[in-house]
């Protein structure tokens, strides 16, 4: 079965993790070579123990939707969006640091050998492939309608992870103060990394309204 887990490089002609992207490739269904200068965030890529296989493309139609996305494979099923954004971070500049990772089994590749991009799935296409869950009670109906808000996207299941979604840092901060300006509590700003999904969250929720915070 084909896995897919969305848990967000080019250069002309630029070997990757030993996988060739063409530029003319790239121009099929929005995808883009990348400058040569954003070799460095495969370079890092490329030191993970737990990263088989990597390309990062830039996807989007308009200038202001583009966004970085990295699709890559795993050799760890633990491995998840957060502890690739922060291992890069570590490394490299914050502007520099994708956020959206798009899991996959193997990196579709053309009869050449050459990563085939006609066949990367959408970040859209790769979340809305993950089992959807849809919101059961008002709390997680409330928190999934601030992940939606927050990210700007249409649907997000109560187990979707908020990172796998592509959410940055600061992103993630202002969901954990939505949180606690709806629901009129106070919540470590660390619970955000430690319950990432609208369910996990929703009994932080309501363990807090209870009088049973959870830390």
Do not use: C
């Amino acid at each position: 079965m084909h896995r897919q887990r969305v848990s967000g490089l080019g250069a002309f002609h630029i070997e990757r993790a030993g996988l060739r992207v063409d530029e003319g490739e790239l121009h099929h269904r929005r995808y883009q070579i990348v400058d040569a200068t954003y070799a460095a965030r495969e370079a890092v890529l490329s030191e993970h123990p737990d990263i088989a296989a990597s390309v990062v493309v830039l996807y989007g139609e308009q200038d202001a939707q583009k966004e970085l996305v990295v699709y890559l494979v795993s050799r760890s099923e633990n491995l998840n969006a957060e502890d690739l954004q922060r291992f890069m971070a570590a490394r490299l500049p914050d502007y520099m640091v994708p956020r959206l990772y798009v899991f996959l089994t193997h990196l579709p590749l053309t009869p050449s050998g050459k990563v085939n991009p006609k066949a990367l799935p959408s970040p859209e296409i790769a979340r809305r492939r993950k089992e959807y869950v849809a919101p059961r009670t008002p709390v997680e109906e409330t928190i999934t309608g601030l992940f939606i808000e927050v990210l700007q996207t249409d649907r997000v299941g109560v187990q979707d992870d908020l990172f796998e979604l592509g959410a940055s840092s600061l992103q993630a901060a202002m969901v954990s103060t939505f949180i606690q300006d709806k629901f009129n509590i106070r919540v470590p700003d660390t619970v955000i990394f430690d319950h990432r999904t609208v369910e996990q969250l929703t009994v932080v929720v309501e363990a807090t309204l209870q009088g049973n915070p959870i830390h």
